[in-house]
């Protein structure tokens, strides 16, 4: 029987995503399509939110080996999208070396529009073989708030690192409408896990990380991240160095201690524990523009927590974006 419906010119796996500005100075979505495996939702839009909101999802709550994931991202001047999920993105087992699991992004941000994508961690079963690659291009006054992290596995099931191959990519372009304008790459940062292809007397994969549970990358460029970015950096420049010692005396220290403390310090003093006691370890730089932030943790929770409290400390995400965007890292 003939179908009476036109065929889709989309692939298994394709969805594009433009989101606008619409006269009334709200953001809107323009479109939004997508194929299986991958599922996009979208719920009704709140003009308090300050942005699209729209969850990346897969059939089954997670990728099947093989599975190809493509999709496209627009943002249009002024324009804001938030990206989130509902829970880890599961990798399942690969049933042979050279069936791959793919997710590819490319993105687009034009001047004064910013992307917010705060995912929940990818979780990579055992014997998974996974590859992603996400590329976001952005004119100059263009913003991105990025994160990526990966997970150590099922542990209620014994896994721990037990993946076959996972490697993530992410790339963040200047670009710009004119012409005569050529492209220029500000980060390319590469995570590799090999943990089927090791050479004969070094660690194993579960060695090479060192207890933590969970690593993870935070990349902000753009104008909307300046503040965050700043207290990124003022936060690390706070951290004490190590092999630092106090020279003070039990007096001294008493002394300062009974000073009163800002907001700030009491949350500084507060995390600075924390962070020692459930072992999160991270670092803040600039590069090229791009504040990139690198983390890990013994913990899924702990690096959660200690991501979430880091964005709503700052706050300026929850402002821009709406207290939605950051529903996976509370």
Known sequence: MTSPFPKSSSLAGEGRIVVKLSPNEVSTLESITYQYPLKLISPASIAENGSVLVFLLSYGGGLVGGDQINLSIDVQPGARLSIV????????????PDIV???NLRVEIKDGGALCLLPDPVQPFESSIYEQVQIFKLTAN???FLLDWVTQGRTALG??????????????WSTSDAATFKDRLLVRDTVILDGARRSAGSPSLRESMYGHAIVGTLILRGPSTKSLGEFFLAEFGALPRLGARDFRSAEAREKEEAIPQSSLERWRTARLKEERHKQVLWSAANVRGCIVV?????????????????LLQEGSI???FGEQALMCVR
Not at 85 to 96: E, L, M, N
Not at 165 to 171: A, D, I, K, L, P
């Open 85 to 96: 999920t509902q829970g880890h993105t599961k990798v399942f087992r690969s049933v042979a």
């Open 101 to 103: 699991t793919r997710q």
């Open 142 to 144: 263009a913003s991105l």
């Open 159 to 172: 896994e721990n690192w037990s993946l076959a191959r996972w490697v993530g990519r992410n790339e963040v």
């Open 294 to 310: 690198k983390f890990g943790a013994a913990t899924v929770e702990a690096a959660r927590h200690w991501i979430g409290s880091m």
């Open 318 to 320: 929850e402002q821009q």
